[in-house]
Nanobody, 123 residues
Framework: QVQLVESGGGLVQPGGSLRLSCAASGFTLDDYAIGWFRQAPGKEREGVIC????????LYADSVKGRFTISRDNAKNTVYLQMNSLKPEDTAIYYCAADPHYGLGLDPLYDYWGQGTQVTVSS
């Protein structure tokens, strides 16, 4: 059974950092496209960052370029989202998603989703 579990969310001040984790079970992350998405209240789910091919090519939303990075620990079957220089507009529920096919990019069309973790950026 494919399962994704996010953790690491919380409350952080503007300018601060957080690292989110996404632990996978039931499949090998390295064989799947992986993306991070977020959804703020009253807004549609949007793509933040993803591995777009199996060579590690990364796609970013313009709003997070230079601030967010994605990484993968294959030994732990876990993907991370490092978020730096956080802004109040980064406040949202963050989801990781996986799909056996690359090429979806930042479109929220992935097959498998975690339950999400809340990130709140506020002073």
């Amino acid at each position: 059974q494919v399962q994704l579990v996010e953790s690491g969310g919380g409350l952080v001040q503007p300018g601060g950092s957080l690292r989110l984790s996404c632990a996978a079970s039931g499949f090998t992350l390295d064989d799947y496209a992986i993306g991070w998405f977020r959804q703020a209240p009253g807004k549609e789910r949007e793509g933040v960052i993803c591995f777009d091919n199996n060579d590690g090519r990364t796609l970013y939303a313009d709003s997070v370029k230079g601030r967010f990075t994605i990484s993968r620990d294959n030994a732990k079957n876990t993907v991370y989202l490092q978020m730096n220089s956080l802004k109040p507009e980064d406040t949202a529920i963050y989801y990781c998603a996986a799909d056996p096919h690359y090429g979806l990019g930042l479109d929220p069309l992935y097959d498998y989703w975690g339950q999400g973790t809340q990130v709140t950026v506020s002073s």
